[in-house]
Each structure stands twice: as C-alpha cells, then as structure tokens.
C-alpha cells in the first residue's frame, strides 16, 4: 500500500516547480491558481527567487505547499493513489489538501499566516534550533531538561525524525547548553540550524493562539484517506481532529519517526514524498530499511517513478 509524504520547511530552493510547469499542464495550471488565491506571483517566486525573499517564513510555507500539491495532482493524474498520507510540519497542510480535508486556496491562505506568526512569535535571535546526531531520544530529552533547569529558559526536542537524529529548539542560550549536555551523553555532532525561529517549542504557543481561531474557522471536510498527524501519530479521520491536531502541532514536537512507524504498522509499504527535495526520503529510510521510497519532485523523478507507482496503487 502506499502512503503520500510531503516536505516541510527546509525543503525550499529557488527553481523549484518550474520544470514542472513548463512540461505539464497540471502543474503549471496548480502554480497559477496559488498566484490567484494569494494575489500574487508566489510562482515566480519559486521559479527565480530571489532567495532571500523565499527564505522569508511567510513565502517559504505556500511555496512550499504549492509545489507539493502540484506534484500530487500531477501523480494523481496517472492514476495513482495512496491509502495513507503524512507530512512533515508545514507539510501537513499539503497532506491534508491532497487528502480533501482543506481546499487549496484556504490552506495556501492559511499556511501564509502560519509562517507570519510563527516569525513574530520570538524576535530575531532571541530563539535557535540545533539538530543532534547520534543520540537517542530518551537522552536528548535529558540534556534538554537539564539545560532548561539550569538557564531558565525554553528548550524541548522540536523534530524526533528518525533513530538518533532529533532536532532541539528553545531560547538560544538554553540551545547552545542543551547541546553541550547533549555531547557529554554521547551525542556525535551537534550542528546549528540556519532557521529564522525555534519551531515546534513552547515559544511558539503565541503563534498557535493566533493561528487556531483562523483553522477553527475553515471549512474542512472529513479526509478521504487518513491523514497520520505530528502531533501523535494518530490517523486524523474526521474534520475536527484534523483541525485540532493542525493547531496543537503548532508548538508541538513533530513525531516524524512515530508517524512512519504507524504508517507501516497500518501497511504503507511505499513512500512516495511528494514536493521539493528527498529529506523525507533519507529519514524514512533511517527508520525503515525494508520500504520502498520514492521521491518525485520534477519531471526526470517523475518518470522514473510512474511505472512503479502504477503497479501497487
């Protein structure tokens, strides 16, 4: 069976979706209607940057979400389809487009917004997020306890991707203490993460106050196939659940490991990340070596996918 992934932030780069355009229809007509729905030319953002402007929370999230859903509907065109869908923070939103539960226009409306209060939650500087290699969770929690209790600050495990890559977030200082606590308990590298925020942390409960009367508002439908959250790793079956699990993911940790153990233990047996970039792809693979990944982002990744994909959908 398969499950539908899609990127979160971090997957951006500029050119992305431009070789889709111009070689599919689909696709280039999906970029025109985010043009349309965010009254602006967020497409040529994506096609020629520059890229400071689509490094810019705000721009990177529908970007992002952009590409994703046309990559989808490109893929869904052939005949394709999953039993299962996931994604990766901001990637949710994309899931949950694919998954009908949100029209396309309201999540790119939406996700705009999201990345807006999530930059105003903490001023520049005052937060960071760091990622830590070659330590278990269990320890990584530790070292945060520990350098939260000693600076007086926020500092949590944000991303537990895969075994022993979990990424941390929080004020900088408590960061910085947390992966040196981190190196003592074994940790092989710690490495600062270029980020304008610290996402999925405590410091972001003002952003999810902000956001959640704005998703509580939407219009959502019960997904067609299930959607496996962040926020638990539960399959989000109905439209309020989605809803709900969009707002608490917010500053909430993003269980990546825990969702793709769910998927499998539901019976996703490929993974088709759908969007910009492989980085889901990798960390599947770190969880699970026996499934089949594939990641299709532009036309030569496209091809080399349909054939498998047609066969087991």
């Not at 304008?196 to 952003?207: D, R, T």
Request: hydrophobic share 50%; aromatic share 4%; glycine share 8%.
């Amino acid at each position: 069976m398969i499950a539908f992934v899609f990127p979160g932030q971090g997957a951006q780069k500029v050119g992305m979706g431009k070789s889709l355009a111009d070689d599919f229809p689909i696709c280039r007509q999906t970029l025109a209607e985010a043009d349309e729905a965010l009254g602006e030319a967020l497409s040529t953002l994506c096609f020629e940057g520059p890229e400071e402007r689509l490094l810019l929370t705000e721009n990177t999230q529908p970007a992002i979400l952009a590409v994703s859903v046309a990559v989808h509907r490109l893929v869904e065109s052939e005949g394709v389809r999953a039993r299962f869908a996931a994604g990766h923070s901001l990637g949710e939103y994309s899931a949950h487009v694919a998954a009908g539960t949100l029209s396309f226009a309201d999540a790119l409306r939406t996700v705009r917004r999201r990345g807006r209060y999530m930059q105003e939650a903490v001023p520049v500087g005052e937060g960071a997020m760091a990622a830590i290699l070659g330590l278990d969770a269990a320890d990584v929690g530790r070292a945060c306890e520990e350098a939260a209790a000693a600076s007086g600050q926020v500092v949590s495990p944000a991303n537990l991707n895969a075994p022993g890559q979990v990424v941390i977030a929080g004020h900088a200082a408590a960061v910085a203490l947390a992966g040196e606590r981190a190196k003592a308990l074994g940790a092989k590298r710690v490495i600062p993460l270029a980020v304008s925020a610290p996402f999925h942390c405590a410091l972001m409960k003002p952003a999810e106050e902000r956001l959640a009367p704005e998703l509580r508002a939407l219009s959502a439908s019960n997904p067609r196939i299930p959607v496996v959250a962040n926020v638990d790793a539960e399959p989000k079956l109905d439209a309020a659940g989605a809803i709900e699990a969009l707002v608490r993911q917010v500053s909430s940790p993003v269980r990546w490991e825990d969702v793709v153990r769910r998927l499998i233990a539901d019976g996703a047996r490929t993974f088709v990340e759908l969007g910009p970039g492989a980085v889901l792809a990798g960390l599947i693979k770190k969880i699970d070596r026996g499934v089949k990944v594939v990641s299709v982002e532009d036309p030569t990744t496209f091809s080399s996918a349909l054939s498998q994909l047609r066969a087991e959908s």
